[in-house]
């Protein structure tokens, strides 16, 4: 039982709700985080939606330390770090009598106070450099923030830069440490920030959406950035079950790759052999596989190659394939990390999050969406696809918990 590892906790800050209970109705009830930018200046772009987080008071979650040290992706990531600790019955004692691991994805760091930074050096000099911004920009912050605010000094703290699957990375990190016996409890995930630099970056490459995120749509336009933070508690089973943790699901396995094919465009070869790697490792048979989150962005390079893929994979009838950045956006690394709390809650309550703001399947994009409604699903197996530019690759493959080990 040591070596099969479970999820124990699950933290949660996105724009459709904040903890684990909100972001649960939100994904059944299909609800949509799209808003008007507020978070930057969007002068000058003509399309300016996003799915940013309202209405986060981060206060009540930051309890050692100044406030103000910590950037807006540190924060999501603080918050959402302790409610999966609060929700896995973890103590800050219970933690620091163990061996932990914190890692964390990211697309941006903090890059939100970077622009800020930036700005400020253009419109003022080098002399209006604001040194409260300038020392909580490094992304490594992001896990050393985490283990200040939860006292724990005996940890090794990572933070993994793999873009838009960084969130997987984590994840796969996390699985390693409790397999291997490194750790006897990993805290990890993915957090980002909206920031004006990667809004400006897809907004130049044509990807970005003028007013929703329409996935496997014959019409759709791209995508919408999106920001926040998911975070899983990560432990043995043999742990989980001597505390009478709770059980969202059993991370069965993943697989990395990168194929360095282009710098945006991803490779259908290589998302096929990253999944066909991660059915592997975690014992699994295409056919076994009941759920499929797809990285699903929204644009019409990704969700051809990636279907195509997928269909390589399974054939022609592949299990139900949903986009969750048709509600939350692309929150970048906290995408896939985000993605693979939905798929723990789909498990646990036996559902499937829609593909929302769907109107008609591109032909080219054969396989069952979920179009809009949430439906009743026995799910045992889920797979979750994170894909990055530069062709990082992750997925990582979830199950529901069951006494007896697959053979």
């Known amino acids: 039982m040591d070596s099969r590892v479970v999820v124990t906790g699950l933290g949660v800050v996105s724009s459709i709700g904040i903890g684990r209970v909100a972001f649960a109705d939100a994904l059944r009830a299909g609800r949509s985080g799209a808003r008007p930018i507020t978070v930057f200046d969007t002068e000058g772009f003509e399309h300016t939606m996003g799915c940013e987080v309202a209405d986060f008071d981060h206060r009540p979650w930051i309890r050692r330390g100044d406030p103000d040290e910590a950037g807006r992706a540190t924060r999501f990531a603080i918050a959402a770090s302790r409610m999966a600790v609060e929700d896995a019955g973890l103590s800050e004692d219970d933690l620091r009598a163990r061996r ?4 964390i994805g990211t697309t941006d760091g903090e890059a939100y106070d970077l622009d800020h930074l930036v700005e400020m050096e253009i419109a003022n000099g080098p002399a209006a450099m604001d040194p409260v911004r300038a020392r909580r920009s490094p992304a490594s912050r992001l896990s050393a923030a ?3 605010e939860l006292a724990l000094t005996d940890v090794e703290a990572l933070t993994v830069a793999t873009a838009c699957s960084a969130g997987n990375y984590a994840i796969g990190t996390g699985l390693d440490a409790v397999r291997a016996g490194e750790a006897d409890f990993v805290l990890c995930g993915g ?14 490459l044509g990807t970005v959406a003028p007013d929703c995120c329409r996935p496997f749509d014959k019409d759709r336009k791209g995508i919408l950035t999106g920001e926040g933070a998911g975070m899983l508690v990560l432990e043995s089973v043999a742990s989980a079950k001597r505390r009478g943790a709770p059980i ?8 990395l790759n990168c194929d360095a094919h282009h710098p945006v465009a991803p490779d259908q070869a290589s998302i096929k052999e990253c999944i066909r790697l991660a059915l592997a490792d975690a014992g699994v048979k295409p056919h076994e596989v009941d759920l499929i989150s797809a990285h699903g962005t929204g644009t019409t390079a990704n969700d051809v190659t ?11 009838r592949p299990p139900p394939t949903v986009s969750l950045k048709s509600m939350l956006g692309h929150t970048m690394g906290a995408a896939s990390a985000l993605a693979a709390i939905a798929c723990s809650l789909g498990i646990t309550h036996r559902f499937i999050p829609p593909t929302i703001n769907h109107r008609e399947t591109d032909p080219k994009c054969a396989i069952d969406c979920v179009p809009n409604h949430a439906v009743d699903a026995e799910l045992k197996i889920v797979q979750n696809n994170g894909l990055a530019f530069g062709g990082n690759n992750a997925v990582v493959v979830l199950g529901r918990y069951d006494e007896e080990a697959r053979p």
């Open 100 to 103: 932990g691991l914190i890692c």
């Open 146 to 148: 985490v283990a200040r």
């Open 191 to 204: 957090a980002d920030a909206m920031c004006r630099k990667t809004f400006a970056g897809f907004y130049r």
């Open 248 to 255: 969202y699901a059993e991370v069965l396995g993943y697989a």
């Open 306 to 316: 990636e279907t195509a893929a997928i269909l390589d994979v399974y054939g022609d």
